[in-house]
């Protein structure tokens, strides 16, 4: 049985079908990719596992446990954490104030401006959880290089830097798994070859990945696994040798690339 897979997992958007009948598998301490062309019903996928849409049909299991149509909290809470597409930091907060919020997606105390407060400025007077908030912040903040904009807001950062952020404040859930939806979008090359030791790096903690992602080369090199969608089902998985070659995969997306 796998770590985490969906069976038969469908979703409806009105007339469109975004996700048809979908067995996707993730192995555990994997990094696992999904490509296929734009409205191909990735995203849709991501979030049916991470509880951001309810499915009409089929079921996700975690661990051995259904999972399906929990709310995203739990979801976090059991030990899948995301990423967006779109950035989606909060602008009024600085980098350390982000990650302490991520961690608290994780903790049972309530997230609120003033908790961080006293995380921040009575250090010696907050209780453990609190304590624990602001050193798994802090230790994900070092991991990622990140210290410097500690105080910083995200919009003064170079874009690179706030996809990092972004990571880090899923990391600070302790998750088991992290899917991240398209980490390189948007990034330049030096940044992208960044994120993506950092996301080896990531793999060595024994957190297992999976990714969406249109840079080929970036999925190519960094996924074991891969699973291609097309008009939201699924059309061939394999490892990247075997992807790549594959007539189906050329024709609906890689062909189109080559083009
Ligand atoms: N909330 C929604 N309401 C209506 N239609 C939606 C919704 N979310 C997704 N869709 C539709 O479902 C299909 C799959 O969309 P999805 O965003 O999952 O694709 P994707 O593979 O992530 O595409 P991209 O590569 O452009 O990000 C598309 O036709 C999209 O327009
Ligand atoms: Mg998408």
């Not at 979908?22 to 596992?49: C, R, S």
């Not at 990140?146 to 996809?163: D, F, S, V």
């Not at 996301?199 to 969406?212: D, F, H, N, P, Q």
């Amino acid at each position: 049985m796998s770590f985490l897979y969906t069976d038969r997992i469908r979703k409806e958007f009105g007339g469109v079908i975004a996700v048809a009948d979908v067995d996707f598998k993730v192995e555990k301490n994997t990094i696992t990719g999904l490509i296929g062309p734009n409205g191909a019903g990735k995203t849709t996928l991501f979030n049916l596992i991470t509880g951001l849409e309810t499915a009409d049909e089929g079921f996700v299991f975690f661990k051995g446990m259904d999972i399906t149509n929990l709310k995203a909290y739990q979801i976090t809470r059991l030990g899948i954490a995301r990423t967006f597409q779109n950035l989606r930091l909060f602008k009024e907060m600085t980098v350390l104030e982000n990650l302490m919020v991520g961690r608290h997606f994780k903790s049972s105390c309530l997230f609120t401006k003033r908790r961080l407060f006293n995380s921040f400025f009575c250090l010696f007077n907050i209780d453990k959880e609190e304590k624990d908030i602001y050193f798994s912040s802090m230790k994900w903040l070092s991991f990622f290089g990140l210290e410097e904009y500690k105080h910083e807001l995200p919009k003064n950062m170079p874009y690179g830097k706030q996809k990092l952020v972004e990571i880090a404040r899923a990391l600070c859930s302790e998750p088991e798994v992290l899917f991240l939806d398209e980490p390189a979008a948007g990034l330049n090359p030096k940044e992208t070859m960044e994120l993506l030791s950092m996301i080896k790096k990531i793999k060595e903690l024994g957190i297992t990945i999976v990714l969406i992602e249109h840079d080929m080369k970036f999925v190519m090199n960094l996924c074991e696994n891969i699973y291609v969608l097309n008009y939201g089902r699924l059309i061939a998985s394999g490892t990247p040798a075997e992807i790549q070659n594959n007539e189906l995969v050329i024709e609906a997306y890689l062909g189109k690339e080559n083009e």
